[in-house]
């Protein structure tokens, strides 16, 4: 926290106040980078810790840390970055909020305003968009399982399968001193990870997104798992899929 002189308004207190809490990102309209290159975890990929003040200005930020009323942000600051961030498409609260906790935009978590309402009933019973859970079973985040492939919930065995679900977690993983893209998919019966040896990365291969796995599953502390598996990204938006692609 950064120091407050004993002199102050309310209102200069509290814009201090909530610039000195701003650590990585302001998600509500425009937003800051703060960041150390120095300090990395000696476990698999980075640690790190994101304080978020939602609406906050960088270029307030920015200008008292030049005036010095910042000290802390500025140590941060001279010890790793300080760059501006872009924000939600569209800029609003709720979406960006969103679009940060699932690493995925508008047409993934469906969070598109502060107001949602329902198709099937838009006139009556409007409701804050981030209010609303779905259903675990055969919700967005857990589909049912389409005809023509396994549900995830029967695989016990080793064997080989086509699954199909809704990516929760993509992250690298450290398997056996490899670093590996571990990628977990759940559908409305469990939860499956693929793990896919010398990739960093797969192009939209994302958090919300929905993915057919095809390849052969072990099992693992009980749950199942695949490794470099074909994969194809489902499209809704156009009643596609995207090419498969072979690991």
Known sequence: M???????????????????????????????WLGSVSRVSRAAGKKVIVIGVDGMDPRLSESMMKEGLLPNLARIRAAGGFSALGTSIPPQSPVAWANFINGAG??????????HRHPHD???????SAAETLPGAGGYDRPIPPPGVAPIGSLHQPGKATVEGRVRVVEIRSVER????????????GDLTALFYGRSRIPGLMCGSRVRLKGPVGIKHGAPVMVNPAYELIVPQSGGKSPAGEE
């Open 106 to 115: 508008p047409g993934a978590h469906g969070i598109f305003d502060f107001i």
């Open 178 to 189: 490899n670093s590996v893209l571990a990628c977990e998919i759940s559908d409305s019966t």
């Open 2 to 32: 950064a120091d407050i002189p004993k002199k102050s308004g309310r209102r200069t207190f509290l814009k201090r106040a909530a610039a000195a809490t701003v650590g990585t990102a302001a998600l509500g309209g425009a937003g800051v």
């Open 122 to 128: 838009q006139c009556n019973k409007p409701f804050y």
